[in-house]
């Protein structure tokens, strides 16, 4: 099937860590990906291994998605980072306004992720592709949906040339954030953000730190799985392979997998939905 793919790492804290995410990376890139994002943490606190793991998936001949957020930074500092990036002939950013370290107060020169965006274009032109946060459940720290709505749209209007959404669970959720968002004016597209069940526990904690909404049917079948890992796994999969083939017959413009720098549920779910060159 022809719907563009790409997939989404953190950066390795150990050695063992990033001899795993090179073979992961190879068996991913099999699947000829668009492009592999890196995550990037609070106030740019992997900044250093999230360039050592961008300029590896870039030797390895995959495009690299380096993930920069704005919020507790300088112009100056950004204006680094985006140089280096550029030297390495990398041209695509997920433009982020992010989260300042725990116990941090200073919230540096930028307050939103627009900002970002608008900084990238003035400063790098044109060619540069500026992929930005979706969230069709809406952001957890803003109350008012509308609001959410409109910084999403602002972000489009400075620049920015598509969107990844945060993982949901709830197709309709994203279409109507799109057909919202599009009449707003805000017409690029707007990738899916898919997350296979890695481990259910740790998903549902992320889901309620970001309001993202897990059917309770699908929770409470989860939850009476008990220990039986492969009826989880099965589970799993065939909820996320649903999920993915309605957005697909939607109309989504691709999918974006977050791997937790793992493979083995993620090439599954590409090879039960026939993605990649050997479907």
Same mark, same amino acid.
């Given at each position: 099937?022809?719907?563009?793919?790409?997939?989404?790492?953190?950066?390795?804290?150990?050695?063992?860590?990033?001899?795993?995410?090179?073979? !992961?990376?190879?068996?991913?890139?099999?699947?000829?990906?668009?492009?592999?994002? !890196?995550?990037?943490?609070?106030?740019?606190?992997?900044?250093?291994?999230?360039?050592?793991?961008?300029?590896?998936?870039?030797?390895?001949g995959f495009e690299a998605a380096p993930h920069l957020s704005c919020v507790g930074s300088t112009r100056a500092g950004l204006a680094e980072i985006l140089?280096?990036?550029?030297?390495?002939?990398?041209?695509?950013?997920?433009?982020?306004?992010?989260?300042?370290?725990? *116990?941090?107060?200073?919230?540096?020169?930028?307050?939103?992720?627009?900002?970002?965006?608008?900084?990238?274009?003035?400063?790098?032109?044109?060619?540069?592709?500026?992929?930005?946060?979706?969230?069709?459940?809406?952001?957890?720290?803003?109350?008012?949906?509308?609001? =959410?709505?409109?910084?999403? !749209?602002?972000?489009?209007?400075? *620049?920015?040339?598509?969107?990844?959404?945060?993982?949901?669970?709830?197709? =309709?959720?994203?279409?109507?954030?799109?057909?919202?968002? @599009?009449?707003?004016?805000?017409?690029?597209? #707007? #990738?899916?953000?898919?997350?296979?069940?890695?481990?259910?526990?740790?998903?549902?904690?992320?889901?309620? @730190? =970001?309001?993202?909404?897990?059917?309770?049917?699908? +929770?409470?079948?989860?939850?009476?799985?008990?220990? =039986? +890992?492969?009826?989880?796994? +099965?589970?799993?999969?065939? #909820?996320?392979?649903?999920?993915?083939? @309605?957005?697909?017959?939607?109309?989504a413009p691709g999918l974006h997998f977050y791997t937790m720098n793992q493979s083995p549920l993620t090439l599954e779910l590409c090879k039960r939905l026939?993605?990649?060159?050997?479907?």
């Amino acid at each position: 099937m022809t719907v563009p793919i790409s997939f989404e790492f953190f950066p390795p804290n150990t050695p063992v860590g990033d001899d795993k995410l090179k073979t !992961v990376v190879q068996e991913l890139g099999a699947l000829k990906p668009e492009f592999f994002s !890196v995550t990037y943490g609070a106030g740019g606190a992997t900044r250093d291994k999230t360039l050592a793991t961008v300029s590896a998936i870039a030797k390895a001949g995959f495009e690299a998605a380096p993930h920069l957020s704005c919020v507790g930074s300088t112009r100056a500092g950004l204006a680094e980072i985006l140089a280096t990036y550029r030297a390495q002939n990398i041209r695509r950013i997920v433009a982020l306004r992010g989260d300042l370290p725990s *116990g941090t107060a200073v919230a540096g020169e930028f307050r939103y992720a627009a900002e970002l965006v608008r900084f990238i274009r003035e400063t790098q032109g044109p060619d540069w592709q500026i992929e930005v946060a979706a969230y069709p459940e809406y952001h957890p720290e803003q109350r008012y949906a509308a609001r =959410d709505v409109q910084h999403y !749209v602002e972000k489009v209007k400075a *620049g920015a040339t598509a969107a990844i959404t945060q993982f949901f669970f709830n197709p =309709d959720a994203y279409f109507h954030f799109v057909e919202q968002t @599009r009449k707003l004016g805000a017409e690029v597209p #707007v #990738v899916p953000g898919i997350m296979p069940f890695h481990n259910f526990a740790k998903i549902a904690q992320f889901a309620q @730190r =970001d309001g993202i909404e897990i059917p309770r049917w699908v +929770a409470l079948k989860m939850e009476g799985f008990l220990d =039986d +890992a492969a009826s989880i796994r +099965a589970f799993g999969l065939d #909820v996320v392979t649903s999920l993915c083939e @309605r957005l697909i017959a939607g109309g989504a413009p691709g999918l974006h997998f977050y791997t937790m720098n793992q493979s083995p549920l993620t090439l599954e779910l590409c090879k039960r939905l026939q993605l990649g060159p050997a479907a």
